[in-house]
Nanobody, 125 residues
Framework: QVQLVESGGGLVQAGGSLRLSCAAS??????MGWFRQAPGKEREFVAT????????SYADSVKGRFTISRDNAKSTVYLQMNSLKPEDTAVYYC????????????????????WGQGTQVTVSS
């Protein structure tokens, strides 16, 4: 049974940092992504990383502030979020892709088959 369990969300002041974790189990995955959904908005791509090789891709809105990484031994993906802004407030979701051989890093929701339950991140001004 596939499980993606996120943790690390919380309340932080603008300019602060948080690190989200996503523990994955149940099968192997090709790519792991982070998405977020703010109140009243559609879910959007944040970052993605390949399990093998570790190549990454980021949304323009978080480039230079967020870093995605993985620990293969722990089957865990992280999202380090620095210089947080109020507009980063959202529920953050971990997602897993099982399609191998992509030549690009997937950024569309439809490319991810499994999703975590989400963790709330609130950034106060």
């Amino acid at each position: 049974q596939v499980q993606l369990v996120e943790s690390g969300g919380g309340l932080v002041q603008a300019g602060g940092s948080l690190r989200l974790s996503c523990a994955a189990s149940g099968r192997t995955f090709s790519n792991m992504g982070w998405f977020r959904q703010a109140p009243g908005k559609e879910r959007e791509f944040v970052a993605t990383i390949r399990w093998s090789g570790g190549s990454t891709s980021y949304a323009d809105s978080v480039k230079g502030r967020f870093t995605i990484s993985r620990d293969n031994a722990k089957s865990t993906v992280y999202l380090q979020m620095n210089s947080l802004k109020p507009e980063d407030t959202a529920v953050y979701y971990c997602a897993a892709d099982t399609t191998w051989g992509r030549w690009y890093e997937p950024a569309a929701e439809r490319e991810y088959e499994y999703w975590g339950q989400g963790t709330q991140v609130t950034v106060s001004s």
